[in-house]
């Protein structure tokens, strides 16, 4: 494949290494893969981007790296035997998309895709995943959700929360939850304060309940295709077969593979409802106000974007849209945000197999949210959120981290009398 | 039926000792000789004789082992291991340019990627001293908040690490006013190749202080500067500070910020208007003469802090895609003849009234026209990303969507400008292009930058072959040969010559001296007596003359020939 030749119309989980050659061959070693575009540098603690680089920092761990790595295995330089510790090159990448943010502005490169083929291939061949996540693989396999819990435990959280079974009567809008906040009871709240301000607000909402299957992200971005592939095509014949109209969730993850990734699977029909992330939605019902935050909440807040949800999909703006809609809050920007923000560690994979650098990177955007005087951390994310946590009780600061939702409650609630 | 693999590239160890002794200095954790660790530091970038390399798979790319050094003292101690155990090294930051292929000996890298502390800024005396990490955009932005700025930012992007730089030139957009990097440096403390010290400037008396880049004796600092990483690694620099005006940080963009499903919508392109203090003057002219002689003028004048013209550049620099560019390239959207000026209130709030009546002056004695909002005011607004790139510059690379495989860089007098350009489309008519990109770089314009108030330009016309084809890229690496051929015969200011592995100046130009190379291996002795500090470039030993390419000995002595000079032997 060289640079000019057409290349042949392929969905993203189509291809292969050989189709990205002549992008691997092209890495300049400008090396912004590692650093915040230039224009956002604001000090120079805060002016890397690439949390593997920051921790380790050897080439193989950034986005150049693993061009470099994909351009030698693709021309038989080397093969797995020769260099069997790349899988933690490939498998540390939290896939944040910091480095391909910045190599698309440049160059038109893609070198999260290039490692997320990589991995693809790896998996393919034997070679990976890391054993951590052969057993998520394994539990959504068996159990429909990464965690290996039993099905029977997936609604729980919904106990106290007015929503409709879809296994049981019809509903307009599937909330989908999301495998992590289900079953991790620390993270109910983001599911049950989603639930609530919807249903306050007049939405027909139902749940999948104990019938609700995993969306298939982490399977995706660890490289098990064909595993990705059977799970959405289930959730998209689930999801026809209930005939919902829209699907709304807060899980920044579930949210980038309904609406991104699907679209991107060989042979799968269209998905029909429209996908929202709850933040947009509830930014739009605030705006409609059939959300009203009354409510004074006093906080100093900085807001994380979570990579999926931000750099990913493009959301900026409708979290600190409903920020500012909050009486009381008042919002401190962090260095990095947006398309720059820093990742928490927590993704692709990465704090199932490599814990500590996880928990370092966490550590890190809670030096960066404190230096801004903030009391609280706001998020939406259940990735984000539990790895912050974790962080959050190692260090003991006094920083507090709070869902988005969880806020916006506080502010909507009526007051008994 | 023996199955039809392709031939592996096999790396090259350190005998264990040496191991060991590198491993007892950084720590387990700071030194990796695995086989895809040693890749990523295999010189694959921007450069064609590289890529050739590893078309071919030579296995002489790879280096055997990486160290990670924390600090001078930690760095001592690994060069004088090398020297020890004779084991070459290469010193290493982002590894663009100047890492020096290794060579048939088992090479060690040295990545200094844990020093990238700024140590001090000192806002009294006007200084910041730097580890060798520290890049362009974290300086300025922990300068500017204490009203300063270093004074420049490379084109090659704010990612360039200075104590790199310092082994270049440091060419700088707004280098009219400041100078180039090397006219910047108060002092260095480095480790030289054979394990000693080396603190120049008035640093290294004890107490002055470091602030004068003039220590006692001779020029150390002159004679180690743009050595190209051979003279030693650099573990402290010592910059000059200037007044800044702008404000503490560079303002959020308003347009919004991409994201990866809506990277390349246009919209996201449109930083806001100059920073304050400073204003970005876009001027077009109607052919090439009138705007070197525009140039010269507005030089001469002692208005500005920076004046460069772009050229075709300006496609690659401010389109969103490769198409756009290509596009922008064929259509001519940006004038092929411009230069753009930048503006600065740095003594007071009327200087930049005063200096834009100047320039107003100069540009209509000179036919010129400002882009404005009743003068093409699309391309005004397309040209926007420089309103933060000419002070801290980010988007270079654009220009580099397929490889950056070789450049004529040619520095002299302003009217050099016209030659170099006559010559460079007489390569191009020679050997046919190898892309759009190369022909719009050279017919339209060269980049051209007035440096050090117009004393001398630098010329840029590049060369991008698709990576993948190594047919083109040979025919861009004779491209550069050729062009330092030319340079030589036509007697053409001399020229960087980073790009190319074949001796520079001293073997090719007359005016230096017949046996300049032979004074320079004599200096290299002496700083290097092991030869081990970034072998194969820039000054070689004997030995290392040996083992170089036939072809490139030829092209070399060639060259000498036809200037009635020795052959190198």
Same mark, same amino acid.
């Not at chain 1, 927590?346 to 955007?365: H, Q, V």
């Not at chain 2, 004074?151 to 082994?167: D, E, I």
């Not at chain 2, 404005?372 to 654009?398: M, Q």
């Not at chain 2, 073997?507 to 007596?529: C, I, Q, S």
């Given at each position: 494949?060289?640079?000019?030749?057409?290349?042949?119309?392929?969905?993203?989980?189509?291809?292969?290494?050989?189709?990205?050659?002549?992008?691997?061959?092209?890495?300049?070693?400008?090396?912004?893969?590692?650093?915040?575009? &230039? *224009?956002?540098?604001?000090?120079?603690?805060?002016?890397?981007?690439?949390?593997?680089?920051?921790?380790?920092?050897?080439?193989?761990?950034?986005?150049?790296?693993?061009?470099?790595?994909?351009?030698?295995?693709?021309?038989?330089?080397?093969?797995?035997?020769?260099?069997?510790?790349?899988?933690?090159?490939?498998?540390?990448?939290?896939?944040?998309?910091?480095?391909?943010?910045?190599?698309?502005?440049?160059?038109?490169?893609?070198?999260?895709?290039?490692?997320?083929?990589?991995?693809?291939?790896?998996?393919?061949?034997?070679?990976?995943?890391?054993? #951590?996540?052969?057993?998520?693989?394994? &539990?959504?396999?068996?159990?429909?959700?990464?965690?290996?819990?039993?099905?029977?435990?997936?609604?729980?959280?919904?106990?106290?929360?007015?929503?409709?079974?879809?296994?049981?009567?019809?509903?307009?809008?599937?909330?989908?939850?999301?495998?992590?906040?289900?079953?991790?009871?620390?993270? *109910?709240?983001?599911?049950?304060? =989603?639930?609530?301000?919807?249903?306050?607000?007049?939405?027909?909402?139902?749940?999948?309940?104990?019938?609700?299957?995993?969306?298939?992200?982490?399977?995706?971005?660890?490289?098990?295709? #064909?595993?990705?592939?059977?799970?959405?095509?289930?959730?998209?014949?689930?999801?026809?077969?209930? &005939? /919902?109209?829209?699907?709304? =969730?807060?899980?920044?993850?579930?949210?980038?593979?309904?609406?991104?990734?699907?679209?991107?699977?060989?042979?799968?029909?269209?998905?029909?409802?429209?996908?929202?992330?709850?933040?947009?939605?509830?930014?739009?019902?605030?705006?409609?106000?059939?959300?009203?935050?009354?409510?004074? /909440?006093?906080?100093? /807040?900085?807001?994380?974007?979570?990579?999926?949800?931000?750099?990913?999909?493009?959301?900026? #703006?409708?979290?600190?849209?409903?920020?500012?809609?909050?009486?009381?809050?008042?919002?401190?920007?962090?260095?990095?945000?947006?398309?720059?923000?820093?990742?928490?560690?927590?993704? &692709?994979?990465?704090?199932?197999?490599?814990?500590?650098?996880?928990?370092?990177?966490?550590?890190?955007?809670?030096?960066?949210?404190?230096?801004?005087?903030?009391?609280?951390?706001?998020?939406?994310?259940?990735?984000? #959120?539990?790895?912050?946590?974790?962080?959050?009780?190692? /260090?003991?600061?006094?920083?507090?981290?709070?869902?988005?939702?969880?806020?916006?409650?506080?502010?909507?609630?009526? =007051?008994?009398? | 039926?023996?199955?039809?693999?392709?031939?592996?590239?096999?790396?090259?160890?350190?005998?264990?000792?040496?191991?060991?002794? %590198?491993?007892?200095?950084?720590?387990?954790?700071?030194?990796?000789?695995?086989?895809?660790?040693?890749?990523?530091?295999?010189?694959?970038?921007?450069?064609?004789?590289?890529?050739?390399?590893?078309?071919?798979?030579?296995?002489?790319?790879?280096?055997?082992?990486?160290?990670?050094?924390?600090?001078?003292?930690?760095?001592?101690?690994?060069?004088? $291991?090398?020297?020890?155990?004779?084991?070459?090294?290469?010193?290493?930051?982002?590894?663009?340019?100047?890492?020096?292929?290794?060579?048939?000996?088992?090479? %060690?890298?040295?990545?200094?990627?844990?020093?990238?502390?700024?140590?001090?800024?000192?806002?009294?005396?006007?200084?910041?001293?730097?580890?060798?990490?520290?890049?362009?955009?974290?300086?300025?932005?922990?300068?500017?908040?204490?009203?300063?700025?270093?004074?420049?930012?490379?084109?090659?992007?704010?990612?360039?690490?200075?104590?790199?730089?310092?082994?270049?030139?440091?060419?700088?957009?707004?280098?009219?006013?400041?100078?180039?990097?090397?006219?910047?440096?108060?002092?260095?403390?480095?480790?030289?190749?054979?394990?000693?010290?080396?603190?120049?400037?008035?640093?290294?008396?004890?107490?002055?202080?470091?602030?004068?880049?003039?220590?006692?004796?001779?020029?150390?600092?002159?004679?180690?500067?743009?050595?190209?990483?051979?003279?030693?690694?650099?573990?402290?620099?010592?910059?000059?500070?200037?007044?800044?005006?702008?404000?503490?940080?560079?303002?959020?963009?308003?347009?919004?910020?991409?994201?990866?499903?809506?990277?390349?919508?246009?919209?996201?392109?449109?930083?806001?208007?100059? %920073?304050?203090?400073?204003?970005?003057?876009?001027?077009?002219?109607?052919?090439?003469?009138?705007?070197?002689?525009?140039?010269?003028?507005?030089?001469?004048?002692?208005?500005?802090?920076?004046?460069?013209?772009?050229?075709?550049?300006?496609?690659?620099?401010?389109?969103?895609?490769?198409?756009?560019?290509?596009?922008?390239?064929?259509?001519?959207?940006?004038?092929?003849?411009?230069?753009?000026?930048?503006?600065?209130?740095?003594?007071?709030?009327?200087?930049?009234?005063?200096?834009?009546?100047?320039?107003?002056?100069?540009?209509?004695?000179?036919?010129? $026209?400002?882009?404005?909002?009743?003068?093409?005011?699309?391309?005004?607004?397309?040209?926007?990303?420089?309103?933060?790139?000419?002070?801290?510059?980010?988007?270079?690379?654009?220009?580099?969507?397929?490889?950056?495989?070789?450049?004529?860089?040619?520095?002299?007098?302003?009217?050099?400008?016209?030659?170099?350009?006559?010559?460079?489309?007489?390569?191009?008519?020679?050997?046919?292009?190898?892309?759009?990109?190369?022909?719009?770089?050279?017919?339209?314009?060269?980049?051209?930058?007035?440096?050090?108030?117009?004393?001398?330009?630098?010329?840029?016309?590049?060369?991008?072959?698709?990576?993948?084809?190594?047919?083109?890229?040979?025919?861009?690496?004779?491209?550069?040969?050729?062009?330092?051929?030319?340079?030589?015969?036509?007697?053409?200011?001399?020229?960087?010559?980073?790009?190319?592995?074949?001796?520079? %100046?001293?073997?090719?130009?007359?005016?230096?001296?017949?046996?300049?190379?032979?004074?320079?291996?004599?200096?290299?002795?002496?700083?290097?007596?092991?030869?081990?500090?970034?072998?194969?470039?820039?000054?070689?030993?004997?030995?290392?003359?040996?083992?170089?390419?036939?072809?490139?000995?030829?092209?070399?002595?060639?060259?000498?020939?036809?200037?009635?000079?020795?052959?190198?032997?």
């Amino acid at each position: 494949m060289t640079y000019y030749e057409k290349k042949p119309e392929k969905k993203f989980f189509e291809k292969e290494l050989v189709d990205y050659r002549d992008m691997v061959w092209g890495c300049a070693r400008c090396n912004w893969c590692q650093n915040q575009w &230039g *224009w956002n540098v604001k000090s120079a603690e805060f002016s890397e981007i690439c949390p593997a680089f920051h921790e380790f920092r050897i080439f193989p761990y950034s986005g150049m790296g693993k061009m470099h790595i994909a351009r030698a295995l693709l021309e038989g330089d080397f093969d797995y035997d020769d260099a069997p510790e790349m899988l933690d090159f490939i498998y540390t990448c939290t896939t944040c998309g910091a480095c391909e943010m910045n190599c698309q502005r440049l160059q038109d490169k893609e070198p999260l895709k290039v490692n997320e083929t990589l991995r693809a291939q790896f998996v393919r061949d034997g070679f990976g995943p890391k054993p #951590e996540h052969k057993r998520l693989i394994t &539990g959504v396999q068996h159990y429909d959700n990464p965690w290996m819990q039993p099905r029977s435990q997936r609604d729980r959280w919904a106990r106290t929360v007015p929503i409709k079974d879809l296994g049981r009567e019809p509903a307009q809008t599937l909330f989908f939850v999301g495998c992590t906040a289900a079953f991790n009871n620390t993270l *109910w709240k983001m599911a049950q304060s =989603t639930a609530m301000i919807l249903h306050e607000a007049g939405i027909d909402l139902g749940m999948f309940g104990k019938q609700e299957i995993c969306c298939g992200s982490p399977i995706a971005r660890i490289g098990d295709r #064909e595993t990705f592939f059977t799970i959405a095509r289930r959730n998209i014949d689930l999801i026809h077969t209930s &005939g /919902v109209r829209q699907i709304i =969730t807060f899980c920044p993850g579930c949210y980038r593979s309904l609406k991104y990734d699907y679209p991107e699977v060989p042979g799968l029909p269209k998905l029909k409802p429209a996908v929202y992330h709850a933040a947009e939605y509830i930014a739009q019902l605030i705006d409609e106000e059939r959300i009203t935050c009354h409510n004074t /909440v006093p906080l100093k /807040v900085t807001w994380h974007d979570p990579c999926h949800l931000g750099r990913h999909c493009g959301i900026y #703006e409708a979290p600190r849209r409903i920020l500012r809609a909050i009486p009381g809050i008042e919002l401190i920007e962090m260095e990095r945000i947006k398309d720059q923000a820093w990742c928490c560690g927590g993704g &692709g994979g990465a704090r199932a197999a490599y814990p500590d650098f996880a928990r370092a990177t966490a550590l890190k955007r809670i030096a960066e949210a404190q230096k801004t005087g903030a009391q609280a951390l706001v998020t939406q994310c259940p990735f984000c #959120e539990q790895n912050l946590m974790d962080a959050l009780a190692q /260090v003991q600061n006094g920083m507090q981290l709070f869902d988005l939702n969880e806020l916006v409650i506080r502010a909507s609630q009526k =007051t008994k009398k | 039926m023996a199955e039809n693999k392709p031939r592996k590239v096999v790396q090259k160890r350190l005998p264990r000792e040496v191991y060991s002794a %590198l491993k007892n200095v950084v720590g387990e954790r700071w030194i990796y000789e695995q086989r895809s660790v040693v890749e990523t530091y295999s010189k694959l970038s921007i450069e064609a004789s590289t890529f050739l390399r590893k078309h071919e798979k030579d296995p002489h790319l790879l280096p055997a082992c990486v160290v990670l050094p924390n600090s001078t003292e930690e760095i001592q101690a690994i060069v004088k $291991i090398c020297n020890r155990y004779r084991v070459p090294f290469i010193p290493f930051t982002n590894g663009q340019v100047f890492c020096a292929p290794t060579n048939a000996q088992p090479t %060690l890298i040295i990545h200094l990627s844990r020093m990238n502390k700024i140590l001090r800024i000192d806002t009294e005396n006007l200084s910041a001293t730097l580890q060798p990490y520290v890049d362009y955009g974290q300086l300025q932005a922990e300068a500017m908040k204490r009203g300063l700025w270093n004074g420049g930012c490379p084109l090659a992007t704010s990612l360039c690490k200075l104590a790199s730089q310092y082994s270049f030139a440091g060419l700088w957009q707004t280098d009219l006013k400041y100078g180039l990097l090397n006219r910047n440096i108060v002092s260095v403390k480095m480790v030289l190749p054979d394990g000693e010290i080396l603190v120049t400037g008035s640093r290294c008396i004890p107490k002055a202080g470091d602030f004068w880049e003039y220590g006692p004796g001779p020029d150390l600092l002159g004679l180690q500067r743009a050595a190209a990483g051979t003279s030693g690694i650099v573990t402290e620099i010592t910059v000059k500070l200037h007044t800044w005006v702008g404000d503490a940080s560079f303002p959020e963009i308003p347009a919004g910020r991409p994201s990866l499903v809506d990277v390349h919508e246009p919209k996201y392109d449109s930083p806001p208007a100059p %920073l304050k203090n400073h204003k970005l003057y876009w001027i077009e002219f109607k052919d090439f003469q009138s705007q070197i002689r525009a140039m010269r003028e507005i030089a001469h004048a002692g208005i500005a802090i920076g004046l460069n013209a772009t050229g075709v550049y300006s496609a690659f620099y401010c389109s969103q895609t490769q198409e756009m560019t290509i596009q922008r390239c064929r259509t001519k959207f940006f004038p092929d003849w411009n230069c753009y000026v930048i503006l600065a209130n740095i003594t007071s709030d009327q200087q930049i009234p005063y200096e834009e009546r100047v320039l107003r002056q100069i540009v209509e004695e000179t036919g010129g $026209i400002f882009l404005s909002e009743t003068h093409k005011p699309e391309v005004l607004d397309a040209l926007k990303p420089w309103n933060y790139d000419c002070i801290r510059h980010t988007t270079g690379f654009r220009m580099n969507r397929k490889m950056y495989a070789n450049a004529w860089l040619p520095v002299g007098p302003l009217d050099s400008a016209f030659e170099t350009t006559e010559q460079w489309k007489k390569a191009l008519d020679l050997f046919g292009e190898c892309d759009i990109t190369d022909r719009g770089g050279a017919d339209d314009t060269p980049f051209v930058y007035a440096l050090q108030r117009g004393h001398f330009c630098f010329f840029e016309t590049d060369n991008y072959p698709d990576p993948v084809l190594p047919e083109e890229i040979k025919k861009a690496q004779a491209f550069g040969i050729y062009g330092n051929a030319v340079f030589v015969t036509h007697n053409l200011g001399p020229m960087l010559m980073a790009f190319l592995n074949v001796e520079p %100046l001293t073997t090719m130009f007359p005016e230096v001296g017949p046996n300049a190379h032979l004074l320079m291996r004599k200096l290299r002795e002496v700083f290097d007596p092991n030869s081990v500090c970034a072998p194969g470039r820039q000054v070689f030993t004997e030995e290392e003359w040996r083992q170089f390419p036939e072809d490139i000995k030829a092209a070399v002595n060639k060259m000498r020939a036809m200037h009635n000079l020795p052959a190198v032997v």
